[in-house]
């Protein structure tokens, strides 16, 4: 049966049916009442198991933790990957008008959304290539997870379109980043000429 709690603004949904629990937080009780409903169905259908327990208990933190222990120290760039996966899992992404931090998020409940929401955030901040870097740590980490860990069915990073291979949004048109370069080349002349003037000062001539 399913049970719902308030906690703060959102609504927790809790599932409990033949020895399976399941659990997330919802912005409304009505999604979370939606959510509940479509886990109880797949229980009673068959396709969701207590094999998916292991889902369930880890997070994505655990999932990236083993990864770097146990496959980033193998690699050349090891110090490197090791380092940007600690920092990826504490990137905050905003989905349903919550805030997650995406290591905490648990594997069963990380889907398309949270991808999706992590590609547009990450996407603000750096280059399309840098994110399609990062983007294949996380995949081959889910790729593992569901081949050799067993944890996890199904790789959401494969269903989500990847960011295009452009430079970093700096949120300025092109005619304002040609007018930024036009002032930048006309300082480098200015100051050119100033110090071409001071060199033939000292040597008695004059521009």
């Known amino acids: 049966m399913a049970s719902y709690k308030k906690i703060g603004n959102s609504w927790r949904a809790e599932v409990r049916r033949k020895g399976i629990y399941k659990s997330q937080t919802w912005p ?8 509940a409903t479509s886990i109880e169905a797949k229980i009673i259908a068959g396709t969701l198991t207590a094999d998916d327990d ?3 208990s880890k997070t994505i933190a655990d999932l ?45 409940e990380f889907d398309e959304r949270f991808v999706a929401a992590w590609r547009d955030m990450r996407s ?19 790729k593992i997870a569901i081949k050799e860990w067993k944890w996890i069915k199904k790789n959401p990073w ?13 949120g300025k048109s092109d005619v304002e980043n040609k007018r930024v370069r036009n002032w930048a080349f006309g300082l480098v002349t200015l100051v050119a000429v100033g110090v071409l003037g001071g060199l033939l000062k000292m040597i008695g001539l004059s521009v």
Do not use: C
Request: aromatic letters at 8%.
């Open 28 to 35: 409304t009780k009505a999604q979370a009442v939606t959510w």
């Open 54 to 56: 292991i889902a369930h």
């Open 64 to 108: 990236m933790d083993r990864y770097a222990e146990e496959v980033s120290v193998k690699k050349r760039g090891t110090r490197w990957e090791q380092i940007r996966i600690s920092s990826l899992i504490q990137s905050q992404i905003t989905l349903d008008k919550q805030l997650f931090i995406i290591g905490d998020v648990r594997l069963s």
């Open 124 to 142: 603000k901040q750096v280059s399309g290539s840098t994110v399609n870097r990062e983007w294949n740590i996380f995949s081959n980490a889910f």
């Open 158 to 170: 494969h269903e989500v379109s990847r960011p295009k291979e452009n430079p970093i949004v700096t």
